[in-house]
């Protein structure tokens, strides 16, 4: 296809706003017509579209850990189906070995045709983390997971609509037999809230579909593909002029960086620039093997960490699309944490492990101290197999919560924020306690968590829930052995800690009779990962952590001096209802 050798600046803005904006139609649809807390409230869902050949043209600032692997799925599907498919089509996969993350996450991508010659012109798609898809726990995130098909239903390919008609009893043999065939799992707990959801993503899709065709038609297919290879070029431009600028800013065109999980094992890069070409090598020789648990990270991830960082370290305004990806070779040694096997557990890879690729990326560039470095994730809920091997209904409850970012040079970190490539909202607690069997205790900053420096890291969170009904409650976290650090001298942050406040109960037999202490409650550390039956009364309290310092803390300018001063902005569900109009 011939294209213009210089774009007309004017239009290259405006495109990059229009396919912006078409995303964000398609995100205030889907959570406009699901269900779920999770993708309803807690906006943990991305949408994004994607060029013939698959790669991400554009999103709106979704979920950045699914925006950058998406493009993974849609190439795998594409090379599946090759000519299979047609008008009507809606393909489903969450399998990390199809371009997945981890196998909460369902993606559903709609081919657009051309309105005239009936070719494949875009894909859209929709990501959303289900709150329950099956497995050994409520809520699908096992601490305790060892293999993927405890984690789930795995999808690699399935037509959930198949030119038009939408096969509810597929679904079914996805979503419920298939998982409840390994031992000890089951299969999704609450199928009605996963479907909905699931054709709320079929409907974004659809609105996606419908402004494309309608853009095409306003300027012409060929003026469309143009600019959407120009706002490629774009990005891929100002990722080499970044490459160079951080070559001639450190004096060298070698990099470095390694961090290390909670368990030892390392996370290692080395960066090797071209600054005649603008271009890298990030070679992640050097990182542990596959471990046993579930940190594992699909390449897919991988890939969304890099070009996170590449798009967070640019000083313009541009589109987060694969043009960030073409300067940069990524090297991924085999049979490695970032490479696991085809069988890996891996839904701590995506939340956790991303998390600790983000920071040593930034730790290599020299752009930030570390941030929290986790995302929290807390699970609970009912049903799946009883002790006979029966299936109970039940459902299942999924968030993941805030806690520091790192300083830099000129900047505090922030409190309180989800950090880097997650970007979802916290439960609301008047959501929570009406629709489960919790009460929120505390809900507020860690004081002091951050790392103190010239500019201090962020502070983490304290967050204590009380369970008025015996629940199996997991969680899954990081840096609750390994402090977030800092740099140029910053002091790292505070460590996280989980704690179950346990009531004794006769049948624990942790409550004696005439024991001096046998009034009291137990203070338990439960560590970083663990999935816990609590009894009635029974609480957990979850306190992040914080970010890291920059700068050494003699220097500090401290944040009483110079207050952030936030500008109002409109909040609330009058907000988001003109935000909603203003999509459509």
Known sequence: ????????????????????????????????????????????????????????VANAPFIPIHLGSM?????????????????????????PHAGGSHLPDITLITPVFDTETREIIFFTASRGHHADIGGILPGSMPPTSVNIFEEGAEII?????????????????????????????????????????????????????????????????????????????NAESSVRNLLREVAKRAGSNVLGAVDYLDDGTPIQLKVEIDEKEGAAVLDFEGTGYEVRGNLNSPISVV??????????????????????????????????????SRTAAVCGGNVLTSQRIVDVVLKAFHACAASQGCTNNLTFGTGGKDKDGVAVAGWGYYETIAGGSGAGPGWHGTSGVHTHITNTRIGDVEILERRYPVLLHRFGLRPDSGGKGKWHGGDGVIREFEFTHGLQVSILSERRTRAPYGMEGGEPAMMGRNTWIKGRRREDGDLIEDCPESGEQRFINIGGKATVFMGKGDRLLIETPGGGGWGLPADSTARETQPHKPTWEARGSIAERAGAQASF
Not at 79 to 87: F, I, P, Q, T
Not at 221 to 227: A, G, K, S
């Open 1 to 56: 296809m011939a294209r213009k050798s210089a774009p007309d600046p004017i239009l290259l803005t405006l495109f990059a706003n229009r396919f912006m904006s078409v995303a964000e139609a398609m995100g205030r649809s889907l959570q406009q017509t699901s269900i779920s807390t999770n993708i309803k409230e807690r906006l943990d869902f991305s949408c994004a579209l994607f060029a013939p050949d698959g790669d991400l």
């Open 71 to 95: 493009s993974f799925a849609v190439k795998y599907q594409m090379r599946l189906h090759k000519n299979d498919l047609k008008e009507g089509d809606v393909l489903m996969t969450n399998s």
């Open 157 to 233: 390919s399935f037509k959930i609509v198949n030119a038009g008609m939408f096969d509810q009893e597929g679904l079914h043999e996805y979503m419920i037999e298939r998982p409840a065939r390994y031992p000890g799992s089951s299969g999704c707990r609450n199928i009605k809230e996963v479907e909905s959801d699931l054709k709320a993503q079929i409907a974004a899709n659809h609105k996606g579909v419908q402004l494309l065709q309608a853009m095409v038609k306003e300027y012409g297919l060929q003026t469309v593909q143009d600019y959407m290879y120009h706002i490629r070029m």
């Open 303 to 340: 890939h969304s960490a890099v070009i996170y960082c590449m798009r967070a370290m640019l000083d313009v305004d541009i589109p987060l699309n694969a043009g960030c990806l073409v300067p940069l070779t990524v090297r991924i040694p085999e049979r490695s944490l970032l490479s696991p």
